[in-house]
Structures are given as structure tokens and as C-alpha cells.
């Protein structure tokens, strides 16, 4: 089978005509951040990935950021992810002064829970597997390890916005499920975006709190 590469050009010569009127649309309301159509979005994405609640962000690594941050980790704390990803799945643990704990992968490059085990400490608070290319790691068993150890799931859900495991979506697993909209991704924008899914109806506030663009939304209403 061949898969072709994603051309962005061809892409946007596909959807112009259907996207040019929401363009003019959004840029005539003179509401650029936020505004209904976001909200609308939101509220698709929240359904499709089978989750209660969606808030969009600025990025995928604004996303992973917002995420640890709402669930309170900072200086000290340790989490344990895999390093065999991009550098926003540890980048955003470090930028909050917390610590990236690697534990290695199993032979499919998802995070192995048998090694995740060896790496907590008491300085653990959560735990970041990363579905790569769409294929989504060992949940149910990472689940299992976090429940026994108090530790939170974040899902880095960027690379596989649509996968399912027994008939759950990607990002609808953990506590936070992470998604990035780049232009590379399946679901793409024209710039960097991304969003967070959540069925926990405090992070949903706290993360809507933490997100600028949320803020700016509501001064526009
Ligand atoms: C696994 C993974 N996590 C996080 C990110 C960060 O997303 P963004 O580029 O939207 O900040 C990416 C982007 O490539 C990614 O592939």
C-alpha cells in the first residue's frame, strides 16, 4: 500500500472553497481568539474522543503544561515518561521544575509498565505514556500501577487523535488526555493548536482557568 505524504498545499486547494467562508466568518466577527466556532470545536472534540469535557490550547505542549500543572506538579516531583518521543512529553515535566523519569519501552516502543514500576519513588506524581503513531500503550496495566500509587495518568495523546483500545478513544484513559493540532498532524491547524480532554469536571475548570486563550475569550464576551 502506498501512504502518501501529507501535502498541505494540495490540502488546502482540496477544502478551499468549504473553509474560505468560516475564514471570512471568523475574521469579519472580529472575535480572534475563542469565539463560537472554538466553542463548537470543543464540544466535537469532547464527543469524538468520548470524553465529558475539551478545552483547546494554544499547542500540544501547552497542553502536556496546563495538564501537570492543574494536577499540581512542580519543584521535586518526579514523572516517569518514556524518552523516545518528541521533546515536549519531557520538556513540559522539566519546564514546571519537576523531574522526567524515563523508563524504557517494550518492543512495539510503548512505555512498559513492568519498568515503570522499578522507577517510583516517592517522589512520583504521575505518569506520562505516549502513544506513538497512533498506538496506544499498555493503559489498563498503567492504570493498575497509578491507582496503586497514587499517581495520575497523563496521555501525550498528540500523535493518535481517533485511536481506539477496546472500543475506548486515545486521550480517554487517563486523568488529562493531551492532543497537538500542528499542521503535521491528522487533525491539523493552520499553526500551531492542540487540546485537552478530560471527563473530571474540577481539572476541566482549573485547566480552563490556567488557559490564556480562555481568558481572553471571556473578555470578548
Ligand atoms: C508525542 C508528541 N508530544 C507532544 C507534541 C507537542 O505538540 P505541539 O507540536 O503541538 O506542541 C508532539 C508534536 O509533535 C508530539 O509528537
Known sequence: MIIKRLDLKKQWHIEEKKLLPI?????????YVGGKHILSLESKLAKYCG???AVCTNSGTDALTIALHVLGIGRDDEVITQSNSFIASASCIAHLGAKPIFADVDENRRLDPNEIEKKIT??????????????????????????????????????????KLNNMKSGSFGDIGCFSAHPLKNLNAAGDSGFIVTNNKFYYDKIKFFNKSWFKRQGQF
Open 122 to 163: 516517592r517522589k512520583t506524581k504521575a505518569i506520562i505514556p505516549v502513544h506513538l503513531c497512533g498506538d496506544i500503550g499498555h493503559m489498563s496495566l498503567i492504570k493498575d500501577i497509578a491507582k496503586k500509587n497514587k499517581l495520575y495518568v497523563i496521555e501525550d495523546a498528540a500523535q493518535s487523535i481517533g485511536s
Open 23 to 31: 475564514v471570512k466568518n471568523v475574521l469579519s466577527s472580529g472575535i
Open 51 to 53: 470524553t465529558k469535557y
